[in-house]
């Protein structure tokens, strides 16, 4: 599988990356900083739209039933060379189904997880599923 995206900047204003059909703004000026999203909440959202896509196509091969699926992720920069450190997250999923293998469902996503992996070669991550029943 081969991947393309296209981002472009102004001077003195924000950036937009253009993948397929869709336009993503991202800050790159201190006047948005508290608006648009940064290159590092980027990368993070990277990582947890692969655990959200993983949830849906493990959902088939597992055949579990579930509502939604929610994950916060929590990083740490460092400073010296800059980079990100000890990944946190916390994927929930709501579902009232009896084949949900949670820990099974977070084998698989360790395991083929494409954006999980590329992380994983540089920087600590650690979490937890958790299932939320009724919803």
């Known amino acids: 599988m081969k991947y393309q995206i296209k981002a472009s900047s102004t001077s003195n204003q924000d950036a937009i990356i253009h993948i397929k059909q869709s336009n993503i703004d991202f800050g790159t000026t201190s006047k948005t ?3 648009l999203p940064n290159p590092a909440e980027l990368f993070l959202s990277s990582f947890s739209a692969c655990m959200l896509k993983n949830v849906e196509r493990f959902s088939g091969m597992m055949k579990f039933s579930y509502s939604k699926a929610t994950v916060e992720v929590n990083a740490i ?6 980079r990100m450190d000890n990944i946190i997250y916390n994927l929930t999923i709501y579902s009232d189904d009896n084949k949900l293998n949670t820990s099974l469902l977070k084998k698989n996503i360790e395991k083929f997880g494409t954006i999980y992996n590329t992380i994983k070669l540089s920087c600590n991550i650690s979490g937890t599923i958790n299932t939320i029943e009724g919803v």
């Open 33 to 35: 900083s508290e608006t």
């Open 77 to 82: 920069r460092l400073e010296n060379p800059p």
